[in-house]
């Protein structure tokens, strides 16, 4: 028994320290952002669940065994809820959280009626214990010790010297995160992505009307448009993360628009979220490292017994990812210790690792420091070395800087479309959107 058990916690802790683990943590963690840099999220939620089926099966075999006998009412709902009840004692989402809370509740149980002399009411005292701990330590046990540990590592890095002082952001290094080594790609000399005719209706409101959009390779091509004209909408529908009610979408002239999130990201198209959509249980670097698997591994891999760093090529991916968005020095850091614009870079560079040779980035610039922005500026124009970029953008100083064409989206239609020099003398754009700017 004592073997069997030895083995089960073994093989248990080969898988968390697997890709599949790291994966199986970023999925609980950010289901959305998972699915976006490439993972299948499906098929690794029913591998958890599998493995889980396993090892309860063999756990119920091995009891048979030891009791040489199996009654049918071995395994009562009140066995199940028992087992939920000991993993949120000892902390779900842990792999020694489930036996510590075990341990404890079967301690408890055993000292209530056996010392207390509870009687029946022991189940009773149990229950109040259970909902008394739950309540204070949310995560169990073991989830209470992390989030010290976590605490303590975040007080140390407010104290430490470089936090008193704005978090330097160095000027980003040339280290180029290779854009394309996407498996058996074939040049394609058309434009790098098109939408032909595309609309999305949210009940009577039309979000996109009709758009046609064409990007050419390795351009570099800005989206302006007022609030709410459309543009995540538009990113949304781009990277197949949303259905358009109709019109299609190709990339290097292959037909998406029925494709999934994951699959689009790995044929190379991506897009930095809006809003953050960071793995924020996580550091940076482990960030990274979730989107850097998903290029390397594919969509679904079943390496449960790899070791995590055994993974051909992903170390160097993950550091010149995080040289490239300058965050080595805060790699390490829990990411809710980081400060804003370095979350807004972390949210690029989890775009990044993905290797995609098109780029959508949804206002990258939002929320930043002057400087912050000028620094940003330099990273984009660095980025779009050897691939194809799109950028929504409100700052307009960075985007007729950056955008060697530009759209311009209104009411979910395509206002205008030129140069930076053409849009600014645009009389239709003044009026709809820079006048509106002015006015305001
Ligand atoms: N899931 C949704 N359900 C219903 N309406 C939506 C949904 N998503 C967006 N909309 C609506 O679609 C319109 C376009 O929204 P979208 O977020 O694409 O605009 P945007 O150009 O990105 O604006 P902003 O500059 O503020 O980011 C808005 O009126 C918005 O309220
Ligand atoms: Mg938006």
Same mark, same amino acid.
């Given at each position: 028994? &004592? @073997?069997?058990?030895? =083995?089960?916690?073994?093989?248990?802790?080969?898988?968390?320290?697997?890709?599949?683990?790291?994966?199986?943590?970023?999925?609980?963690?950010n289901?959305?952002?998972?699915?976006?840099?490439?993972?299948?999220?499906?098929?690794?939620?029913?591998?958890?669940?599998?493995?889980?089926?396993?090892?309860?099966?063999?756990?119920?075999?091995l009891?048979?065994?030891?009791?040489?006998?199996?009654? $049918?009412?071995?395994?009562?709902?009140?066995?199940?809820?028992?087992?939920?009840?000991?993993?949120a004692?000892? *902390?779900?989402?842990t792999?020694?959280? $489930?036996?510590?809370?075990?341990?404890?509740?079967?301690?408890?149980?055993?000292?209530?009626?056996?010392?207390?002399?509870?009687?029946?009411?022991?189940? !009773?005292?149990?229950?109040?214990?259970?909902?008394?701990?739950?309540?204070?330590?949310?995560?169990?046990?073991?989830g209470g010790?992390?989030?010290? *540990?976590?605490?303590?590592?975040?007080?140390?890095?407010? /104290?430490? $010297?470089?936090?008193?002082a704005?978090?330097?952001?160095?000027?980003?290094?040339?280290?180029?995160?290779?854009?394309?080594?996407?498996?058996n790609?074939?040049?394609?000399?058309?434009?790098?992505?098109?939408?032909?005719? !595309?609309?999305k209706?949210?009940? /009577?409101?039309?979000?996109?009307?009709?758009?046609?959009?064409?990007?050419?390779q390795?351009? !570099?091509?800005?989206?302006?448009?007022?609030?709410?004209?459309?543009?995540?909408t @538009?990113?949304?529908?781009?990277?197949?993360?949303?259905?358009?009610?109709?019109?299609?979408?190709?990339?290097?002239?292959?037909?998406?628009?029925?494709?999934?999130?994951?699959?689009?990201?790995?044929? /190379?198209?991506?897009?930095?979220?809006?809003?953050?959509?960071?793995?924020?249980?996580?550091?940076?670097?482990?960030?990274?490292?979730?989107?850097?698997?998903?290029?390397?591994?594919?969509?679904?891999?079943?390496?449960?017994?790899?070791?995590?760093?055994r993974?051909?090529?992903?170390?160097?991916?993950?550091?010149?990812?995080?040289?490239?968005?300058?965050?080595?020095?805060?790699?390490? =850091?829990?990411?809710?210790?980081?400060?804003?614009?370095e979350?807004?870079?972390?949210?690029?560079?989890?775009?990044? &690792?993905?290797?995609?040779?098109?780029?959508?980035?949804?206002?990258?610039?939002? *929320?930043?420091?002057?400087?912050?922005?000028?620094?940003?500026?330099?990273?984009?124009?660095?980025?779009?070395?050897?691939?194809?970029?799109?950028?929504?953008?409100?700052?307009?100083? &960075?985007?007729?800087?950056?955008?060697?064409?530009?759209?311009?989206?209104?009411?979910?239609?395509?206002?205008?479309?030129?140069?930076?020099?053409?849009?600014?003398?645009?009389?239709?754009?003044?009026?709809?959107?820079? /006048?509106?700017?002015?006015?305001?």
């Amino acid at each position: 028994m &004592a @073997f069997w058990y030895f =083995v089960g916690i073994v093989i248990g802790l080969r898988i968390v320290r697997s890709p599949v683990g790291a994966i199986l943590s970023a999925i609980r963690d950010n289901p959305l952002r998972a699915s976006a840099v490439g993972h299948n999220i499906h098929a690794y939620k029913l591998t958890a669940f599998v493995i889980a089926a396993a090892y309860a099966g063999f756990a119920g075999g091995l009891l048979g065994v030891l009791q040489a006998f199996m009654p $049918p009412d071995a395994f009562t709902f009140e066995t199940s809820g028992q087992l939920v009840m000991q993993t949120a004692i000892g *902390g779900a989402g842990t792999l020694f959280g $489930p036996l510590v809370g075990a341990t404890v509740w079967l301690y408890l149980s055993d000292f209530f009626q056996t010392t207390l002399h509870l009687g029946a009411t022991w189940k !009773l005292v149990l229950g109040v214990v259970f909902v008394v701990l739950v309540c204070f330590l949310r995560r169990g046990i073991i989830g209470g010790l992390k989030d010290l *540990g976590l605490w303590l590592a975040g007080r140390r890095w407010r /104290g430490s $010297p470089a936090e008193d002082a704005p978090a330097p952001v160095e000027v980003p290094r040339l280290a180029s995160v290779g854009p394309s080594r996407r498996r058996n790609e074939k040049p394609f000399l058309g434009p790098a992505l098109e939408a032909r005719g !595309l609309t999305k209706r949210f009940g /009577g409101l039309i979000a996109n009307r009709d758009i046609n959009f064409s990007v050419g390779q390795g351009e !570099l091509r800005g989206i302006i448009g007022p609030n709410g004209a459309g543009k995540s909408t @538009f990113f949304k529908m781009l990277t197949c993360e949303m259905r358009p009610t109709s019109g299609r979408i190709f990339f290097h002239g292959r037909d998406i628009t029925d494709v999934k999130v994951a699959r689009v990201c790995q044929l /190379g198209l991506t897009k930095s979220y809006q809003v953050n959509q960071l793995f924020s249980r996580l550091t940076p670097r482990q960030n990274i490292v979730i989107a850097a698997l998903a290029e390397r591994r594919g969509t679904f891999s079943l390496d449960l017994l790899r070791r995590i760093d055994r993974v051909p090529g992903l170390d160097t991916q993950v550091e010149a990812t995080l040289a490239m968005v300058s965050l080595t020095a805060r790699a390490d =850091v829990p990411v809710v210790e980081l400060a804003y614009g370095e979350k807004r870079r972390l949210e690029i560079g989890l775009a990044l &690792a993905t290797s995609p040779s098109l780029l959508l980035l949804d206002e990258p610039l939002a *929320g930043m420091s002057p400087h912050e922005r000028k620094e940003t500026v330099l990273l984009l124009k660095n980025i779009a070395r050897g691939r194809t970029l799109v950028v929504v953008e409100h700052d307009m100083d &960075a985007i007729f800087e950056l955008a060697e064409r530009i759209t311009v989206l209104h009411e979910g239609a395509i206002l205008a479309e030129g140069t930076p020099a053409e849009i600014q003398r645009n009389s239709l754009v003044q009026e709809a959107y820079l /006048g509106g700017m002015a006015a305001a």
